[in-house]
């Protein structure tokens, strides 16, 4: 939004304006995150505790059930409204997606493992199977939160402008003529 403003108004955003703007996209995207974990910590226990499934479907259904929430909520914490663009947001973060679940059902597997191996039944069980799929939620939410803001959500405008600081570029609000190269015979300026 900083970003936005400055450019509005022909200023160069500092350091400090990018700084305070990632911190409020990761504040945005952190709620999306545990709006994204409750809905898959209540279908993982419920799949879990009340349905008995094993580490597999467990860990899909609760993939799926955070991972609708996580897309809705993602394009909120980016601004973006309308419709998404299929190619550059909608298939790249399902295949995210599908990396997620790889690491998460890994963690979920470990999650029953070493439930069994602590012989712990019951609600000591499903409680310690949420905890390891609590600790490998936040490893994927770091790891999606740098892939959202440097690749899959970035300013694609931003990245094409050179820095205003940038060798040879001129000064904000100054127009130069093209330069030519000076050959033999050119008028010195």
Do not use: C
Not at 7 to 32: D, I, K, M, W
Not at 101 to 117: C, D, M, P
């Amino acid at each position: 939004m900083a970003h936005a403003r400055a450019q509005a108004h022909n200023q160069p955003v500092t350091g400090a304006e990018r700084g305070r703007a990632l911190g409020r996209r990761f504040a945005r995207f952190s709620g999306a995150a545990v709006a994204a974990l409750a809905a898959t910590e209540v279908a993982l226990t419920i799949g879990n505790g009340v349905f008995h499934l094993t580490a597999t479907p467990a860990a899909l259904l609760s993939w799926f059930a955070g991972a609708v929430v996580s897309y809705a909520l993602s394009r909120w914490a980016w601004n973006r409204t309308g419709r998404p663009d299929v190619l550059r947001e909608t298939i790249p973060f399902w295949v995210i997606s599908v990396a997620v679940i790889a690491v998460l059902t890994l963690a979920n597997k470990f999650g029953y493992r070493s439930a069994a191996w602590l012989h712990l039944t019951g609600a000591g069980h499903v409680l310690w199977v949420d905890l390891v799929w609590l600790v490998a939620n936040f490893g994927t939410f770091l790891l999606r939160f740098a892939i959202f803001h440097r690749v899959l959500f970035a300013d694609r405008t931003a990245a094409h402008r050179p820095p205003a600081d940038a060798p040879g570029t001129p000064p904000q609000g100054t127009h130069h003529a093209p330069r030519h190269a000076a050959g033999p015979g050119a008028r010195a300026a």
